[in-house]
Structure formats: structure tokens, C-alpha cells
């Protein structure tokens, strides 16, 4: 039930913002309004003119979602927001649930027979914030520092390319890492992958989405994106979860899975179908949102892929 203040807290602040002047000017045609809030918000004055010159409407804007004009200008790009935070979701959620299983086997935990709920459940935690604040937090902040610097495209891109390839070096000598004597080895190995997920796409799937569409399908196609991560979510949590049981002895209510080391293959190709699709990606970075978006441009000066 505490998860519900921050929760109450960010309604409170986010109902005292003004809505963005994109939006105001763009969608609501309201220049009036947008002004005022860019002038409160930005605590300088601006002119209502220059404002609705900066925000005009461009001819045409009124063509939809799946329009012919969307999908030639804006079509790979959905199927790039969607594929890869698809791809994502479905490594980064299966990699959480299973935690526990890899944990074990390592021998960070004890078998459950040996000890009581609570125990088993502060074991998890410790392990789990153990990998959260080495290679989970810190991955969030590096693409603080550097989104900026080497782009959404290539952090991405790199993210994925790395992932893939600690998966693969999880996965090839799996039975070895495993062993008494080894685990180290493995828990970095998997801490960096958590690492790379979030100083990768885990951060820029969320925010390429919002960038790269026009205002008034902008928060649409963000919502489809992330719908569709979700799918790939609930595929990783329940896929994964059967997928990665051993072929020969099941835990207990579960059928015969193709076992943990080939699970760990299979999310090495679902990271690299992830850069892949990646390489549809547009860089945004030091980009307004109209010039990405193309709101400003008319047909005949867009390409046809739209990037």
C-alpha cells in the first residue's frame, strides 16, 4: 500500500502542470492558452505571433493512425518502437522472473525445503537488490549522462548488441559457470546484462516513442508501443517461466522444459531480433519534436520510409 503515495503524490503535481503547448497549440488550436503556459512556464514573456508562427498548423493534418500519409511517413517507425520494446519486455521480464531459479542455481540460495518463507523471501530481496543497485540503477544513470552524447540510436543499438552477447556468454559455458567455484563469474556476467538493458533499450524504447510522431498521434503511438511491450511482458513472465524448466526432472506442477542453458539461447536471438529491428530506429537527438515528426514538412520533402 505505499507504492500508492508517490502514485497520489504525481496525480497531485501532474493536475497543477499546464498541458504541454504543443498539444494546446497544435491540437486544441488554442495559441491563446499555449502561450500563457509557456510564458508561466518558462517565466519569460512571449508573444502570442510569434508563438503561432512557431506552432502553426501545417496543411494537411488531418490524415489518421493508419492513413496512407502516416504509414509513409511514420509506418517502419512504428514497427520499430513496437518490434523492439516487443523483443525487450520479452527478455528483460523473463530475466526478472527467473531470478530466483538462477540464484539457486548458483548457490546464492538455498534450496526452498531448507528454510522458512520469510527467509527465502529476504534471501531473494538481497540478491535481487544486490543486482538492482550494481548493474539495474546504474545503467539508468549512464543513459542520463550519455543520452545526449552518443544518441538514442546507438545506445539502443549497443544495448541490445550487449545483451546479446552476455546472454551468449552465460548460455555457451553454462555447465561450467554453474559449478562451486564459479559462480562470480556468472553473477557479473548476468549483473551486466541488467546493465545494459537499461543503459540500452530498456530506457530508450519508453522514450524514442514520444519523440518521433506527430503531436496528435504522439501519446497514441506511445500507448500502442507500450501495449505491445506488454504482450512481449506477459510472453517473458509465463513463456519463459515453463520454457526454462529442466528437460529431465520439472519442478513440481510443471511439464518438461527445454532447460535453463537453451531458455538462455533463446533470449540471446530475442536480443538480437532486438537490434535488428533496432537498425529501423530514427535518431532523434538534437531534433525538435517537429522536425522529427516531420509536422513541418509537406508530402513531396518526406521520403518514403519516413525517416
Sequence with gaps: MFGTIPAALTYYWRMKMPETA????LIARNTKQATADMSRVLNKDITEEEEQVRLQVVSGDTWGLFSRQFMSRHGL??????????????????????????????????????????????????????????????????????????GRFWIQLMGFAMMTIFMLAIAVPYDYLVKPGHHTGFVVLYGLTFFFANFGPNSTTFIVPAEIFPARLRSTCH?????????????????FLYASQDQKKPDKGY?????????????????????????????????????????????????PTGV
Design 77 to 150: 517507425h512504428l514497427l520499430a518502437t513496437t518490434s523492439t520494446w516487443f523483443l525487450l519486455d520479452v527478455a528483460f521480464y523473463s530475466q526478472n522472473l527467473f531470478q530466483k531459479d538462477i540464484f539457486t542455481k548458483v548457490g546464492w540460495i538455498p534450496p526452498a525445503r531448507t528454510m522458512s518463507a520469510l527467509e527465502e523471501l529476504y534471501r531473494i530481496a538481497r540478491a535481487q537488490a544486490l543486482i538492482a543497485l550494481c548493474g539495474t540503477v546504474p545503467g539508468y544513470w549512464f543513459t542520463v549522462a550519455f543520452i545526449d552524447i552518443i
Design 255 to 303: 511439464s518438461p522444459g527445454i532447460g535453463m542453458r537453451n531458455a538462455l539461447f533463446l533470449l540471446a536471438g530475442t536480443n538480437f531480433l532486438g537490434l535488428l529491428f533496432s537498425l529501423l530506429v530514427p535518431e532523434s537527438k538534437g531534433r525538435s519534436l517537429e522536425e522529427i515528426s516531420k509536422e513541418n514538412f509537406d508530402d513531396a520533402t518526406v521520403s
Design 223 to 239: 500507448g500502442v508501443s507500450a501495449a505491445t511491450g506488454k504482450a512481449g511482458a506477459i510472453i517473458g513472465a509465463f513463456g
Design 22 to 25: 504543443r498539444y494546446t497549440a
